[in-house]
């Protein structure tokens, strides 16, 4: 099981929510923090994490999640509402850089993702999330590339791609239940000629009986 879906699973099920996207992320600059804070937990993989509650009305939250070096466990770190995010940064709109920044309203993250890839589609599945939960004002995207903000999205791909599927489906069914009903129809002529024979046959037989 990935990591992903072992935090979906331990942080977000049991309080009744599903993870829409996360993403493995480092800082690119370093927060100075006071060397007894740290308490010698060492080493540690941090993924900010896109979640929803199923229960209606919908709560959007962005939580960041980590991994000690040598624990099996993920912890909640820090969350904030959909409401909180002020601005998200792509930074480079000419090509999928892994750099990203999330402004909320009372600080500053600037992150690095695992891939560029990665953060592309969390950054596309957030700016969805956005158009679709914020009621109120919503969250800038500055710097991002268009096809992350709509168009040909990865969302909107994948239901093309369903819908596709299902009526590539229906259609096979159909063809499928045309030759059938072709070959009930010709079944059926192939019966209708064969007693007609029959018929034929037996009265040619009683004529020549007689």
Excluded at 12 to 19: R, S
Excluded at 76 to 86: E, F, I
Excluded at 87 to 107: A, H, R, W, Y
Excluded at 108 to 113: C, G, R, T, Y
Aim: hydrophobic share 35%.
């Amino acid at each position: 099981m990935s990591a992903k879906s072992i935090i979906n699973k331990e942080l977000f099920t049991p309080h009744d929510e599903k993870m829409l996207a996360a993403v493995q992320v480092k800082r690119r600059t370093k927060k100075k923090i006071p060397f007894l804070a740290t308490g010698g937990q060492g080493d540690y993989m941090t993924f900010i994490c896109l979640s929803v509650t199923n229960k209606k009305p919908s709560h959007v939250s962005i939580t960041k999640v980590k991994q000690f070096q040598g624990s099996s466990s993920f912890i909640k770190r820090s969350q904030w509402t959909l409401d909180q995010l002020r601005q998200v940064n792509g930074i480079d709109t000419s090509k999928d850089c892994p750099e990203f920044d999330l402004m909320f309203d009372n600080g500053l993250d600037q992150w690095v993702a695992s891939s560029g890839g990665e953060k592309c589609t969390f950054i596309q599945i957030l700016h969805h999330s956005c158009q679709r939960y914020c009621s109120a004002r919503k969250p800038e995207f500055v710097n991002c590339q268009s096809k992350l903000l709509g168009g040909n999205s990865i969302l909107h791909s994948a239901a093309d791609s369903v819908t596709s599927a299902v009526q590539k489906a229906s259609q096979a069914l159909n063809e499928r239940g045309e030759r059938l009903g072709r070959a009930e129809e010709r079944t059926a002529d192939m019966m209708n000629s064969a007693e007609q024979f029959a018929v034929t046959a037996h009265k040619l037989a009683m004529k020549h009986k007689c």
